[in-house]
């Protein structure tokens, strides 16, 4: 089984990240997240530049003493070996760049991702064939995990991020406690102290882990730490190790800026007095349970499970609302663009343990039932991980409209058409304070707002005129604000409203609008065009849309523009009643 679902994920990968459209689909390998934990590499190994980096905005700070990397170094471990492969292989071919972003080091990357899929599946079902579960119970939760969540995305199509490195770490820290469980050992000991480590330096909040340790013990934890507690040269070897690992990411700290603490995220951070659970859990852009129901059956298994193991039922319960708290209470609750609820993928090997006490001993109709909805699952995952590379499921800002539009279509016509921006704010602890707000209703001259070719109109939302955007018209209304106005080292969130009026259907598909910050020389540094349209809107109606878009801190002299492009000129549309609120963090 496990042998299978390698293969498939391979199959996806070499089509998605080989073959694709363009011939060079590997390029998409190391991208956003990606680029940091890859940069470790590059900076160490080929450019030598560590702490003297070129500033790249996705992951280079600049600070006083030199260049950081804001992100933690274990997936740069992981990535390693692969690396080192593809980059030999690089330097045998003089015709292609020496510089790390040759296809060689890209696809090994790629083929390292199958490697620690296959290991961290091998690892769970060694930990579930050791809990005593049944063959056929064990074959349907790893194709349930493999093809049937967001592993199989992130297996696949993006291993350059975290998560198929996380998912393999705790496998084999969880099959290792096993091990503990049943006879301490200093070996044992030892591997999962080492593996505890790797786990905090790929995402430090998943040393949650430990919590997890009475879920594989179950009533033997005690006796656990008991016999250990006995053992002081084991554990202190093992602490020692655990030390030694870790250690790492300070010292690379210091190679880059001379201190030995750093904080890379600046500008992010937890929002523990209002995490959101309920859209985590529950809702349409990315929700877990929605997204990806197979785990919906392993949450009602930890309920399940009190009947015959207290101990590993409570154990569960405090680990799902520990890890969910502490995921919802990160600023960006939804982790970005991507497929699915990403960040719960490191705690799949966790989840799956009491799913797979509670089938063991399910057997009739009841074992068909939870057979059939974990194919059910299976399918929907599968059909969703198609719209989603196809354009149908929107990469960011998907909701409950837009779902219902997409979901479950395949065909043409809804490929391409959701658009809009609706994000949350930058990292605001201390509350945002409304610095600008205004209305422009087209009838008369207003403060921020200008351009845009104005003409009077019958059916015009209010009063009287509105601003025409056709063929002919590259560019509508303009939006400008400049530090006279805005204020300077506070991030920035825009709420944006508009009347849309399509004389035809889908008239608008193309129109865009833009967000962009301009320095003194006119040199924009932040831009971000979006579809104008959420969805494709009714012709013949004037619509109510919004956006709401963050913007990054603005330095003096520099000027915020918001503005519509017709970029292709085959846009037609009318637009009323423009409104503006720019509201900024308050210090903190």
Known sequence: MVLAMVCITAFFSVYGLVVGADGEPWKQTIRSDAKGYYGYLQALFIRHDLGHEVFVTEYVQLTPDGTLNKYFCGTSLFMAPWFAVGHALALSDPAIPQNGTSAYEHKAISIGGW???????????????????????IAWL?????????????????????????FCAVSCFLFAVHRLALRSSLAWTVTAAVLLALIVLIRPVNLIVVLAIPVVAGASTSAL???LWQQPLTWFLAALCFALVVAIQPLLWHAQTGHWLEWGYKGEGFHWARPEI?????????????????LL????????????????????????????YIISSWWIWYYGSGFGARVFIDHYPVFVIPLALVLHHVHGGWWSTARFFIAASIALNLAQMWQYHNGILHHESMDRTKY??????????HKG??????????????????????????????????????????????PATVCAIDPFTEFGLLFEASTDTLPVGRALYLEVGLQRFDPRFESSLSMLAVT??????????????????????????????????????????????????????????LIDDVFMRVSAANPY
């Not at 967001?150 to 490195?165: D, I, K, M, T």
């Not at 309920?278 to 197979?294: I, Q, S």
């Not at 309920?303 to 609302?321: A, C, K, N, P």
């Not at 219902?404 to 016509?413: E, G, K, N, R, T």
Request: glycine share 10%.
């Open 516 to 573: 962009e910050v301009v320095n003194e020389a006119d040199s924009a540094y932040f831009y971000e065009p979006f579809p104008l349209n959420p969805i494709p809107g009714i012709p013949g109606y004037w619509e109510q849309l919004e956006y709401r878009i963050p913007v990054p801190p603005l330095a003096p002299g520099d000027r915020l523009r918001f503005y519509f492009w017709n970029r292709d000129k085959n846009a037609e549309v």
């Open 417 to 462: 058409r959701l658009g809009g921006n609706y994000q949350v704010p930058l990292f605001h602890p201390n509350g945002m304070e409304m610095i600008l707000e205004e209305t422009c209703g087209m009838d008369d001259s207003c403060s921020f707002w200008s351009g845009g070719r104005r003409v009077p109109w019958e059916f015009a939302y209010s």
């Open 278 to 294: 309920a859209k985590v859990l529950f809702g349409f852009r990315r929700g877990l349970f929605l997204w990806t129901p197979f």
């Open 297 to 324: 059956l392993a949450a009602i298994s930890v309920v399940l499970l009190w009947r015959r193991d207290r101990t590993r039922s409570i154990w569960s319960v405090l680990y799902w609302t520990a890890n969910t």
């Open 115 to 137: 490697v620690y899929l296959a290991c961290g599946l091998l690892a769970l079902r060694a930990l579930l064939l050791g809990l005593g579960i049944r063959d056929g119970v």
């Open 225 to 227: 730490f008991a016999r």
């Open 142 to 166: 790893l194709a349930g995990l493999s093809v049937g969540t967001p592993l199989l995305q992130f297996g696949a199509f993006q291993p350059g991020w975290s998560h198929v490195y996380s």
């Open 404 to 413: 219902q539009y997409s979901f479950l279509q395949f065909d043409d016509a």
